[in-house]
Structures are given as structure tokens and as C-alpha cells.
């Protein structure tokens, strides 16, 4: 996935990795909580939102002046990202996550919920000490809406009615708002006008609905030669995604497909039941629909990147939308 | 509770729990997370924290010129506080919290985890809005010493070995950080120099230890009489305070209560365990010496009374000071 992004240089990461060791120093070494904050810090994730926030930046003629600020808030959002992943983890004590032992099935809940607990202090603190008050009501409203889209996904678990209404909300919480606040708070700390502003936050809006679903699609696509692969993960886990949800409103798709929810509510699925819930979405159209839908977001980011001011960044976010939208 | 702080006018409690009302207000009618935010919001507590917030800010000049702002920040102190308890209710699952049902017992730990979260960026949002940077720093800083408070006593749940060094680091950081803040926010606020503000710091340090050890002894006071009352419910929990660590300090002590907390761990505590354990722990002169160091706080106390510039909310403390020092 960093190759999506190559427009931020190494040294900018490396930047932005140091604020983030800065802010996330902590005095709990050789406890639960240090090592819940340690593996958060050195998980050397993506940071795909840390680098959508400095290419938006790109765009403003204050860019460079703005150089350290971007730094910090690139930090502050990465570590936004981190937290919501660690008390995510909580919820309904899932013994993985995504395939991975969840941190309170390695660490215990008491970990998860205070280091969750004090990396949000330590964003309070950094925000206000630095005076980034602007982004920073843009990022707790985001960690507003983020809340709301977990508790909404987590009341939609096993809901054999889950509409994708509901799906869009959900994922509009828990993703999309924050591509939107990296693209907005990048934007505004760089000096873009406010009509920028409001075509890179609708760009981030894009770009986070392309990323959650092709992460949702991802789970959906087993690999049936990779051993130990523990494929439709969120199928099991209750949560029904974009394939799940677009098969069911085929005609047929949900008199096909209820009695396999209806038996993963009742945690009596098997992996038969699985290879062949997998097969009827597939038959139904659901991962040829999703794609469809992802496409119609890849239009729309493409209409929005050539109303950008054209430069080279914005070449850059072309490359990495086709990239989302590529099979 | 209220009654020791009747310095605050009924008008002011008013101001404060409207600024609560407006800043917690959230669009999750009809569900979990709701009505833990609801029940959260109207549970009347004391308003200890705001009441010494505003007490504190009467020895500034600036106090009525600070009035709405000290408004704002005592409504957002009580949040932190509501936000705390919210979170600690997830720890271990408890089904009771000092004999009530917890939250996320009577309304899942998810709606716990996010009623939480929610709370902490809705404090977050409104201290950037406001402006209230610097005391919103402390205010962050003391979230993150409640963190290490309730990590630490999370850690000595059950430990047998238990310190009184670390019973006084785990209570600092879980209630006395919120009263030293308190102090040191209505001071500030006001405009004290920053010797008074060290000053009334000094004191909300005696009086969160004060409040937390008479707490911890209250729960050590059965009622016989009293049916229904849940005696015990820290030592039961694995949680020993005071009175338990002072007796085990005395001669003879840890042979005698060992067994116990060998017991309590076991989980195969009895109701006759519990009587014997507290007799053993009034006998080895674990009450005694609890109100001894209380008094030694409240001596301490009524020194820093005297450093600070005499009024009548000096005199007021004294006699809260007093009454929290009472047997």
C-alpha cells in the first residue's frame, strides 16, 4: 500500500515517526499498557493517513512554511488511527482481529482500554500545547463520527436486515471521516482556499469509501491455496459487507443467504457453509456489484482531482485512485 | 456530600450542569450508548470536582470576569470525571460497581467503550473551541495520571504483597490528579499568582486523598443493620485499601489476613471470612490508623488554609476540611 503514496519522501515519514515516538513516550515499560503502546508505535503500519494529509498539503501555497505543524498533525492523526484500533479491539471480546489476536486477547481489556485512554489524552495535550485548536476540533469531531460508526457496525452485527444504508453509515463513521479530516486539516494548515479545501475533504470522502471497501472485498476474496488464511473474517465476526449486502438485494439473494446468517447467528456455520455462502454472493453478482461501486467512487474522485489546481501532486492522486480502483 | 461545599450557590450548579447538558448533548436517542451518556448526565452526582473548581477560583481577581469560562471548564471537569467512571466500569468485567450494577453489565461494554470515547472528544472539542488551552493541558495531563491510577490498581488487584506506597500512587492518580486540578484550573482561571494556585494545588492534593481514604473506609463500615448494603466491595474485588494495608503492616498482620486474600482470590471468600476479616482488621488497628493518617492529611490541610489569603471561602474549606476529617 505505501506505494500508493510515494509522493511523501522517506524523510517525511521518518519526520512525522518521530513526533509520533515523541507524543507516545510513556512510563509503563514492562507492563500490559507499555506493550500495548510499544507494538501500536512500531507496528510500522501503512500510514496511509499521515500521507494523505501532506499530499493534500501540497496544494497550498503555505505548504512549506507550514512544514513541522503538518508533521505533528500527520503524527496526531496517525495516532487518532492507532487508538480507535485499540479499543476497537475490545469490542465483544473477539479473540482476533482481522485474523490477528486481538490486543485484549494479548494483553487483557484493562490494557487496551487505558493505553486507548491515554494516547486520546496525549492528542488533547499535543493539539492544545501546539495551538493546532483549528484541526484539532475538526479531529475530535472526527473521533465523534468514528464512534458513531463503530457503535452503528457493532448494533449491526448478525442483523440479518442490515441494509446498506446502513453499510455506508457505518463505514462512513469508522473510515471515511478521517480520510476526510486528513485531507481537510492538510489542506487548511497549508493555506488552500476554502473551495480546495472542500474538493480535497470530498476526495478524502471518495478515497475513504474506495479503501473500506476494497478492504471488505479483500476479506471476501479467500485464497484457497495460502493455508491458515482465515478468509471472510468479518462474514464470521457478524459484520455483513458491500459483496454480502449488494447479493442480497439481487432477487433471490436474500431467501439464498438468510440461513447462513441465520446459522452464523447461532455460531453453527462451517467452513462448508462458508465456501458456499462465498460461491452464491459470487453468483448472485455481489463482487462484480461491488467493484461497479467502487468504479462509480473512482469516477467521482477523477472529476474531483481535475477540478484541482493541476500540479504534480494531483498526477499523484490519480495514480493512487486508479490504483484503489484497480481489480 | 453537597453540603460541604455550599459556598457554590444553587444558580452556579445550574450554569454548570447547562454547560454539561450542551456540551454532551448527542444524537444516540434510543440506544445503548444514550442511555449510558443519559444515565451519565442526569445522575446528579455531588459535583464535587466542579464545586471545588469554582471555590478555588474565588481566591483570583479575575473571578467574576472569568465566570463563564470557569462555568465551562467546571462542566468539563465533570465530564472527565463522568467519561472515567464510564471506562472504568469495563475493567473485568464487573457486574457491580461499589454494589450498583456497572455500566457495561446493565448496557454492553461497547456502548461502554464509546460512551467513553464520545465524552472524551466532546471535552477535547470544547476546550479547543473555547480556547482553554492552558487549562486544558492540565486537564489532559491529569487524564493521563488517572490512566496510570487505574492501570496501577488494575495491576494490584488481588496482589497479596501490595504496598502502601503503591495504594497512595494508585489513588493519586485515580482521584487525587482530579481534585489537584480542579484547584489548580479555578486558580489560574481567576488569575491567583502562582504561588496561591500552588497553594490551593496543595490542598486539593489533601483533599482528593482525604476523600478517596474516607471512601475506601466507608466501604470498610459495614452496616449490620442494613439489608441489601455490599459490605466489602473493594476487599471482595481484590481491591485493598487502607485500613486492610495499614493492619497488614502491624505485628502479626500479614500472618493473620494472608489466608484471606489467599481466599479472595480463589474466589471461595465467605460471608463469615468477610466478618472475621474485618474484625482481624479493626483489631490489628487498620481503622484507627486509617483516621489517624486522615487527620494527618487534614492537619496538613489546615496549614495550607492559613498560608492562603483569609476570606470567607477560606473559612469555608476549613470547615470542609473538617468535616471530611471527621469520624
Redo the contacts between chains.
Keep these: 500500500m505505501p506505494k500508493y503514496f510515494t509522493r511523501v519522501s522517506d524523510e517525511q515519514i521518518q519526520k512525522i515517526r518521530e513526533y509520533m515516538d515523541l507524543f507516545m513516550g510513556h512510563?509503563?515499560s514492562g507492563?500490559a499498557?507499555g506493550a500495548v503502546l510499544d507494538d501500536a508505535a512500531s507496528s510500522q503500519g501503512k500510514m496511509i493517513r499521515p500521507r494523505l494529509l501532506v499530499m493534500a498539503s501540497e496544494f497550498g501555497s503555505a505548504c512549506r512554511e507550514a512544514g513541522d505543524r503538518l508533521y505533528k498533525l500527520a503524527a496526531i492523526v496517525e495516532m487518532t488511527h492507532l487508538a480507535s484500533l485499540i479499543?476497537d479491539d475490545?469490542?465483544?471480546?473477539a479473540p482476533l482481529r482481522r485474523g490477528k489476536p486481538s490486543v485484549q486477547s494479548k494483553y487483557g481489556?484493562?490494557?487496551a482500554?487505558?493505553a486507548?485512554?491515554?494516547l486520546?489524552?496525549?492528542?488533547?495535550?499535543h493539539?492544545?500545547?501546539e495551538?493546532l485548536?483549528h484541526s484539532?476540533?475538526v479531529?475530535?469531531?472526527t473521533?465523534?463520527a468514528m464512534?458513531?460508526g463503530?457503535?452503528g457496525q457493532?448494533?449491526c452485527r448478525y442483523k440479518e436486515n442490515v441494509t446498506m444504508e446502513e453499510y455506508l453509515r457505518n463505514i462512513h463513521g469508522k473510515t471515511v471521516a478521517l480520510f476526510m479530516a486528513c485531507c481537510r486539516i492538510g489542506a487548511r494548515e497549508s493555506g488552500c482556499s476554502e473551495k480546495v479545501a472542500q474538493l480535497l475533504e470530498a476526495l478524502g470522502e471518495c478515497l475513504g469509501y474506495m479503501f473500506q471497501m476494497r478492504d471488505d472485498l479483500l476479506d471476501f476474496t479467500t485464497d484457497h491455496t495460502q493455508i491458515g488464511k482465515n478468509a471472510h473474517q468479518d462474514f464470521q465476526e457478524g459484520i455483513y459487507t458491500l459483496p454480502v449486502l449488494l447479493a442480497l438485494e439481487q432477487p433471490g439473494g436474500r431467501e439464498a443467504l438468510t440461513p447462513f446468517m441465520q446459522r452464523n447467528a447461532g455460531r453453527i456455520l462451517s467452513a462448508e457453509d462458508i465456501c458456499r455462502m462465498e460461491q452464491l454472493v459470487t453468483e448472485l453478482g455481489g463482487m462484480e456489484k461491488s467493484w461497479n461501486l467502487i468504479h462509480g467512487y473512482q469516477q467521482h474522485a477523477e472529476e474531483l482531482i481535475r477540478l484541482l489546481p493541476s500540479c504534480e501532486v494531483a498526477q499523484l492522486l490519480l495514480k493512487l485512485v486508479r490504483k484503489l480502483g484497480a481489480v
Design positions: 512510563p509503563f507492563t499498557i479499543h475490545i469490542i465483544d471480546d481489556k484493562n490494557a482500554v487505558y486507548g485512554d491515554f486520546m489524552s496525549r492528542i488533547s495535550y493539539l492544545m500545547r495551538g485548536n484539532g476540533m479531529l475530535s469531531k473521533v465523534e464512534c458513531v463503530e457503535i457493532a448494533a
